[in-house]
């Protein structure tokens, strides 16, 4: 599971290392395989099987708590689910509590995840970090989900493909769409960039774990680095974006600045801080 | 071989009986042969706009039921021969219909030779909707020149261009055109209403007609009679060029501006 996520956001960031990109993917796509194909084989004998298991990555918000005290959580959460309430009701969160300078209580912990519920979204459950987290977990009856970060040594299947080169199809490095991305509509690259030729209608999302590039009129939400990738960028013809967001750090435009409205505009992300500027 | 069109928008209100009923009888007077079949049950509206109201017996859901034959249920325009109307049905709801039963409906009305079949659409996005437009060759989407129906349309094209038989199929997708309908140059020029243009670059389609705002389509509905056989009327001029258009003629958008006044009634103030 832990390589599972961890490969979205290699992709991202450390293009060079195709060759683990490619393993980690026959992996996980062997992984997916195989469990659900039995069970799907079992359900074809018989049709009353009472649940089917699946695996497979989820989009996950993650909320980094960086003070126990909930009411500056809330109140703090209060404000950004405002600027945008349709992006955060219900939205399942996962709890980063690694970035605390002592390890919490799970009384603590307990008062931090009302305050989100409480400002709308849902906690379900804690980020993986140390070993504490683990039990904090078990004390709240939590699961613990594996971080969306590249891990600090390189991932062991590295080697395991190197011992069997089998030849892999050469995988495209982008998502093309050339039509127009129509209100309503949802377009997400997974582990590449998104290029869209045409226009992107208000209402309309474009998603990709790298990049996203429109050729064309940027009406609606572009969101690049959905898998956490902070280099990912958004470039676009026009600019008339509803939302941007990269690596989960987003803007929401209610009024578009003068100097960027219609413009060519990239966004990036610079110390945590999403900047946007014509290219024009 | 039958073209199957469907008049769809997403917003209610716009225009889209009219334009069904006004394009099947430019079509059907063209010596083509039209059905234009109502999609909105429960609330039957094309029949009265076709002026035929008194004289449905069975409707497209007893067809599709089989309570009775399609010749049956079929009413024949008493001003052009070659044009039939199938009726909604105003006693049920839209969960009548279903896609097999659709199906059949169609596929019988091509056998028996129908060069177009016209299906208007009900508002919104729903089963009856949805099926309007599943088995569709063509769209013309209705938009009013104001950003909730820009938005809407733009919404009803994502859907053709997706969930639809032909999106299905990977057979090139539905033709698309855009009908602009109560266009009031007037009110574009004072920046009150979104432009042709406008509404052409956000949906990135090309408009097969622009039907300026009239009173006549309101006298016309009243009267029971296609506002594209009231000769006199702009509106039935425009809509007479839109189905050119359609056949594929190179026609000139009119009355997109607005009629320059004579000097001498500027003079007069008139």
């Known amino acids: ?280 | 071989m039958t073209e199957i069109i469907v008049v769809t928008s997403g917003k209610g209100g716009v225009g889209k009986t009219t334009t069904s009923a006004s394009v099947a009888c430019g079509l059907a007077r063209r010596g083509k042969r039209v059905a234009v079949i109502d999609f909105d049950i429960g609330l039957r509206n094309l029949d009265l706009i076709m002026g035929c109201e008194r004289r449905v017996v069975y409707d497209f859901v007893n067809v599709i039921h089989g309570e009775c034959t399609l010749k049956q249920a079929l009413i024949r325009d008493k001003r052009i021969e070659t044009l039939y109307v199938l009726a909604a049905s105003q006693t049920r709801d839209k969960e009548a219909l279903n896609t097999e039963g659709v199906k059949k409906v169609l596929e019988e009305l091509a056998a028996d030779g129908f060069d177009y079949i016209l299906c208007d659409s009900p508002a919104g996005i729903e089963k009856g909707a949805h099926l309007a437009m599943y088995f569709a060759d063509q769209a013309i989407v209705v938009v009013n020149p104001e950003v909730s129906s820009v938005r809407d349309s733009d919404r009803i094209l994502g859907l053709l261009a997706s969930k639809t038989k032909r999106a299905e199929n990977g057979h090139g997708g539905v033709r698309e055109h855009l009908l602009l309908t109560r266009y009031s140059p007037r009110r574009v020029a004072t920046g009150e209403m979104m432009s042709v243009e406008d509404v052409k670059e956000i949906l990135g389609l090309d408009v097969v007609g622009v039907i300026p705002e009239s009173t006549d389509v309101l006298s016309a509905s009243n009267a029971g009679t296609p506002v594209i056989l009231n000769e006199e009327s702009l509106v039935s001029q425009a809509y007479e060029d839109a189905v050119g258009r359609l056949l594929g003629e190179a026609i000139p958008l009119r009355y997109i501006e607005e009629p320059r006044k004579s000097f001498l009634a500027r003079l007069f103030g008139t």
């Open chain 1, 1 to 280: 599971m832990q390589s599972l996520f961890a490969r979205s956001r290699r992709t991202g960031t450390l293009r060079g290392f195709a060759v683990a990109r490619h393993s980690a993917r026959a992996e996980r796509s062997e992984g997916l395989k195989q469990f659900p194909m039995s069970r799907a084989a079992e359900a074809n004998e018989s049709s009353d099987v009472a649940l089917e298991i699946r695996f497979g990555p989820l989009d996950l918000a993650q909320v980094r708590i960086r003070t126990l005290d909930p009411g500056a959580i809330l109140d703090e959460l209060t404000g950004r689910v405002a600027t945008a309430p349709r992006f955060f009701d219900r939205t399942a969160v996962g709890l980063d509590l690694t970035q605390l300078e002592q390890e919490p209580r799970p009384e603590e912990v307990r008062g931090v995840a009302d305050a989100i519920r409480r400002a709308g979204m849902l906690p379900v459950g804690l980020v993986n970090g140390p070993p504490y987290i683990e039990a904090l977990a078990r004390a709240l009856d939590l699961p613990v989900l594996a971080q969306f970060r590249a891990p600090s040594k390189p991932p062991p299947v590295l080697q395991a493909v190197a011992a069997s080169p089998t030849p892999t199809e050469p995988e495209s490095p982008a998502l093309l769409h050339t039509q127009p991305v129509r209100s309503g509509q949802r377009l997400y690259a997974r582990d590449k960039d998104l290029i869209v030729t045409a226009a992107v209608g208000a209402g309309a999302e474009v998603m990709a774990d790298g990049c996203v590039h429109v050729y064309g009129a940027l009406r609606g939400r572009a969101m690049a680095g959905a898998h956490g990738d902070t280099a990912a960028r958004v470039f676009c013809r026009e600019f008339r974006a509803e939302l941007v967001s990269i690596a989960g750090v987003f803007r929401v435009f209610e009024t578009l600045p003068k100097e960027l409205a219609g413009q060519p505009v990239q966004a990036w992300l610079e110390e945590n801080d999403l900047r946007l500027a014509s290219i024009a």
